[in-house]
T-cell receptor, first 112, second 115 residues
Framework: GENVEQHPSTLSVQEGDSAVIKCTYS??????FPWYKQELGKRPQLIID?????GEKKDQRIAVTLNKTAKHFSLHITETQPEDSAVYFC???????????FGKGTRLSVIA | EPEVTQTPSHQVTQMGQEVILRCVPI?????FYWYRQILGQKVEFLVS????????KSEIFDDQFSVERPDGSNFTLKIRSTKLEDSAMYFC?????????????FGQGTRLTVV
């Protein structure tokens, strides 16, 4: 089955700096890698995802990179803002299909 | 925008009692899931459901848990005899397709407190 490791568990950055969160996965058949943002007391919400046929995807200040050979993918947030403060979870599907297995989460704090 | 809805938002129950958590997935979605999140911890998979049957379940989903789709819209999670350690946020999620390349949409969650 899929095993997803995520680090760091906590990350503090100054407003305007970049933040990088990394995940590794174990199942080479996995082909979909979403990132979810969870604000306190709320549901996880998808912020960006990447499929295995591309190596990088960008959406404004957020980007995700994927290295299938090394089986890791990363979330990059540039020009961080206080509202980026949340817990971020990476995920990967079990056995290349559903359901999603989540990493342990990274609590990002953006200090104004 | 369609969304997954869950009721109740908060449920308090006595240890040993049965609880039913309810979810209404997005209407054209075919794959349904329950996840739980113990306070401060990661989101953990419980069970997936497709075509009126369980397609996969985790080791957490023991005989005390069951799921049902009693009609065309609701998807329920039942815990038969709750334990203190069942206290968590329970999220329902749905997906249009089962393939791993489609987004899973989460409900707002039900906070279950077992006392």
């Amino acid at each position: 089955g899929e095993n997803v490791e995520q680090h760091p568990s906590t990350l503090s950055v100054q407003e305007g700096d970049s933040a990088v969160i990394k995940c590794t996965y174990s199942d080479s058949a996995s082909n979909y890698f979403p990132w979810y943002k969870q604000e306190l007391g709320k549901r996880p919400q998808l912020i960006i995802d990447i499929r295995s046929n591309v190596g990088e995807k960008k959406d404004q200040r957020i980007a995700v990179t994927l290295n299938k050979t090394a089986k890791h993918f990363s979330l990059h947030i540039t020009e961080t803002q206080p509202e980026d403060s949340a817990v971020y979870f990476c995920a990967a599907p079990r056995s290349g299909n559903t359901p999603l297995v989540f990493g342990k989460g990274t609590r990002l704090s953006v200090i104004a | 925008e369609p969304e997954v809805t869950q009721t109740p938002s908060h449920q308090v129950t006595q240890m040993g009692q049965e609880v039913i958590l309810r979810c209404v997935p997005i209407s054209n979605h075919l794959y349904f899931y329950w996840y739980r999140q113990i306070l401060g911890q990661k989101v953990e998979f419980l069970v997936s459901f497709y075509n009126n049957e369980i397609s996969e379940k985790s080791e957490i989903f023991d005989d005390q848990f069951s799921v049902e789709r009693p009609d065309g819209s609701n998807f329920t999670l039942k815990i038969r005899s709750t334990k203190l350690e069942d206290s968590a946020m329970y999220f329902c999620a749905s997906r249009r397709e089962g393939q791993g390349t489609t987004e899973a949409f989460f409900g707002q969650g039900t906070r279950l407190t077992v006392v």
